[in-house]
């Protein structure tokens, strides 16, 4: 327990210098490249485009991605990175009390430098490693591109994007299949009904949702999402709402 404490407090950490020294905490997949050093080291391998870089010796976080449950998402373990070849980042990650392995696919949280593009919703999504598809499952943005290139005019364009094919799923669904515009038991949305609210809906609803999986990562990260999907599932749970403090 208190090494989990300790590993909460190291990420909080992370953050803190992330933003001191002009930083952002971004997530990156590890490979299935692993090799035991001893009995509680494991050496993990992330490999990264050409244009994106660390230093030796940075510190990172491993968390796993969720399957079916929370305690997939728990932290497995922290260390440095110890070499670098090419493209090719290795770190040595110790401290490991999940009683999780750590496999292909968990997440190195580290710190990379900040550019001037605009670090909007999409940016923030992308730094969990979370891709948001369309109802057609094409990907409404790539998890690498959004760092090299963003501006506040491509978020806009890409919202409305995203809006449209919520509202055309909800539309969809309510010609095809009326009986799942069931009622909203609560939240702020209670009493009204799960596909018009889709078919309808705002940009207000879209960053309220995009506000929460912020707030609330764990869920969503690493993984590839339709949309239309976990939006209709949140507003089904009552859309809950990251409450923002006062000035």
């Not at 998402?73 to 090419?86: E, F, N, P």
Request: glycine share 8%; net charge neutral.
């Amino acid at each position: 327990m208190r090494r989990f404490f300790f590993i909460g407090l190291l990420f909080a950490g992370l953050q803190a210098m992330a933003q001191e020294n002009n930083t952002w905490i971004r997530a990156f997949p590890i490979t299935d490249y692993m090799i035991d050093l001893n009995d509680s080291v494991k050496l993990v391998q992330v490999e990264l485009p050409d244009d994106l870089q660390l230093k030796e010796k940075q510190l990172g976080v491993i968390r796993g991605v969720y399957q079916d449950k929370h305690s997939d998402t728990l932290a497995k373990g922290y260390g440095r990175c110890q070499l670098i070849k090419g493209n090719f980042y290795y770190f040595a990650i110790g401290k490991n009390d999940s009683k999780q392995l750590i496999k292909a696919g968990d997440l190195l949280y580290t710190m990379v430098g900040k550019s001037d593009l605009y670090y909007g919703q999409i940016p923030q999504l992308a730094g969990h490693f979370i891709r948001l598809q369309d109802v057609q499952e094409s990907p409404f943005y790539d998890r690498y591109d959004v760092f090299r290139y963003w501006s506040a005019d491509l978020e806009n364009k890409l919202l409305d994007s995203m809006i449209t094919d919520i509202r055309y799923t909800g539309t969809y669904f309510l010609e095809n299949a009326p009986e799942m515009n069931q009622p909203i038991s609560n939240g702020s949305f209670k009493g009204k009904k799960l596909l018009e609210l889709m078919k309808d809906c705002q940009k207000k609803y879209l960053l309220d949702f995009f506000g929460y999986i912020q707030a609330r990562p764990r869920l969503y990260a690493g993984r590839d999402w339709k949309l239309a999907e976990i939006f209709a599932t949140w507003l089904n749970a009552g859309a809950p709402a990251v409450i923002q403090s006062g000035d």
